[in-house]
């Protein structure tokens, strides 16, 4: 029984040796107790006497340590879990909030014309072409001006040179009329007087 108890405190104390290191040599009471339980027992034959109450009273001590220990893991997972919710939904509003971004965006972006969507590149492409045929289109209409008015110009001119030439076919055709008209008088006036 002695030799079972021993090896039980043995490995105990290394496992909680262990522990202790991996506690980052944090100084815990279990280590003090263990400290403490060593140097108060008796040597006999090469091996420690333990006092049963001080063991018992060390074991309770371990069991209620490793109780806080476990409290505090838990009580991390859980501060660990709500983290972790927290984490997942602050990416859910960043990915939200980036969303309503790209969309605030597009819609500054974006300009209506004639009812219908267009980027700010595309509107210009547009409102440019407009004015390239707007000032095609003028320049459409000011060759056929000139060209109009040269042809208007060019009637008028021939038109005055025909009223000119109508003018003179007036005057010799009236001149001739009279003329024959006279000619014609003087046969009359002939043949009257015979």
């Known amino acids: 029984m002695n030799k079972a108890l ?5 490995f105990l104390t290394s496992v909680m040796n262990l522990k202790a290191q ?7 009471p279990i280590n003090d107790a263990f400290t403490k339980l060593i140097e108060d027992s008796n040597d006999y034959q090469g091996y420690k006497v ?12 371990t069991l209620n340590f490793i109780g806080i220990l476990k409290n505090e893991i838990t009580t991390q997972k859980n501060s660990l879990n709500q983290q ?3 984490s997942a939904k602050l990416k859910a509003d960043l990915e939200e909030t980036q969303k ?3 969309d605030v965006t597009a819609q500054k972006d974006a300009i209506t014309f004639l009812g219908m969507p267009f980027s700010k590149g595309s509107y210009m492409a547009l409102m440019w072409g407009i004015v390239a045929a707007l000032i095609i289109a003028l320049l459409f209409f000011i060759f056929r001006y000139k060209k109009g008015h040269s042809d208007t110009s060019e009637a008028r001119n021939k038109l005055s040179t025909t009223e000119k030439e109508f003018e003179l076919y007036r005057a010799k055709a009236l ?3 009279q003329r024959l008209g006279r000619l014609l008088q003087d046969e009359r006036n002939k043949s009257s007087d015979r």
Do not use: C, G, S
Request: charged fraction near 40%; avoid cysteine.
């Open 6 to 10: 021993f090896f039980t405190l043995l």
């Open 175 to 177: 001149e001739k009329e």
């Open 84 to 86: 972790q919710e927290e």
């Open 22 to 28: 991996d506690y980052q040599a944090e100084e815990t």
């Open 50 to 61: 333990v006092d049963y109450t001080d063991l018992i009273t060390l074991k309770k001590n």
């Open 100 to 102: 309503q971004l790209e």
